[in-house]
């Protein structure tokens, strides 16, 4: 059994959870034993997410609702629990990426966060060697719900033909993100480009940026470092960074020429290969 251990409610957003969590149930009558038998669940699973020792997924929470009749409480606070995992740095720009009407970014290096499925997301976050890559995982899927909604945001993609033929993960990984990107060709809202090799030297050489659009509010500029990342409104790096947008989308291929080389490179480069290495080609 999990040891019971006092919880500041205000200390963090899991912790929140987990304090909420404990006293609901208790107010129900029920042990943890009790409410996991109900949410398909162990006991221990909803001890460890009542003392912020693991974190509950958007699963779990919608599950506890509909056991705890608690009206969508917890499908609401999972949000900004999941939010809360991410980079202490990166947190600012989560939120304000979820506020954006307009989202437009030019990745040089990988598939841009939004896009990524959760494979290649994993391979991802885990180049970075951190302590709690699952949790980042689940946050960056998170992320992603802004593009259902029933507003999404505008969001336009340029991604450096490098993005695809750089292997992550695997083969069957990287097909499956291919065909992902593939599957945004149905979506109105969601454009992605590819800036060919062929393009040659390009407006943006010195790396990848993303620009926000908001209803009311400055625009944003939002680059990355080794580090940390780094948000300006400031007018003249936000007019900077529109133009060099404006070469980059003029430099890529269009939306239609994009997904027929994403489908090439797919096919060519990651392919079903099982046939040929039974015959030994290497």
Request: net charge negative; charged share 20%.
């Given at each position: 059994m999990v040891n019971i251990r006092s919880l500041d409610p205000s200390a963090?957003?899991?912790?929140?959870?987990g304090s909420e969590l404990r006293r609901l149930r208790e107010d129900s009558g029920l042990s943890q034993a009790d409410l996991g038998a109900i949410v398909f669940?162990?006991?221990?699973?909803?001890g460890q997410i009542e003392t912020a020792r693991k974190v509950p997924s958007r699963e779990f929470s919608e599950r506890i609702d509909a056991a705890l009749m608690t009206g969508g409480f917890f499908t609401r606070l999972v949000g900004l629990v999941l939010r809360s995992q991410l980079p202490s740095w990166f947190q600012e720009y989560?939120?304000?990426e979820a506020k954006a009407a307009y989202i437009s970014t030019y990745q040089s290096q990988m598939v841009y966060g939004l896009?990524?499925?959760?494979?290649?997301?994993?391979?991802?976050?885990?180049?970075?060697?951190?302590?709690?890559?699952?949790e980042l995982v689940v946050a960056r899927l998170e992320r992603q719900r802004i593009l259902e909604r029933q507003r999404p945001p505008m969001v336009w993609v340029i991604l450096d033909e490098a993005a695809l033929h750089r292997p992550v993960g695997s083969p069957q990984i990287m097909h499956?993100?291919?065909?992902?990107?593939l599957s945004f060709r149905e979506e109105r809202w969601t454009r992605i480009q590819v800036l060919p090799f062929a393009?040659?030297?390009?407006?943006?050489?010195?790396?990848?940026?993303?620009?926000?659009?908001?209803?009311?509010?400055?625009?944003?500029?939002?680059?990355?470092?080794?580090?940390?990342?780094?948000m300006t409104a400031n007018p003249d790096t936000v007019r900077e960074a529109v133009l060099r947008y404006a070469h980059l989308q003029a430099s890529a291929l269009s939306v239609e020429d994009s997904a027929d080389l994403i489908m090439r490179v797919m096919e060519e480069h990651y392919g079903d290969r099982t046939g040929r290495e039974q015959r030994g080609v290497a």
């Open positions: 963090s957003p899991l912790d929140y959870y669940c162990t006991g221990s699973l909803v989560a939120e304000m896009l990524q499925t959760e494979e290649y997301a994993r391979a991802v976050i885990a180049t970075g060697l951190p302590d709690r890559l699952e499956a993100q291919l065909a992902h990107l393009a040659g030297e390009h407006a943006s050489l010195i790396g990848s940026f993303n620009f926000l659009r908001f209803d009311g509010d400055p625009d944003i500029v939002y680059t990355e470092d080794l580090i940390a990342g780094h």
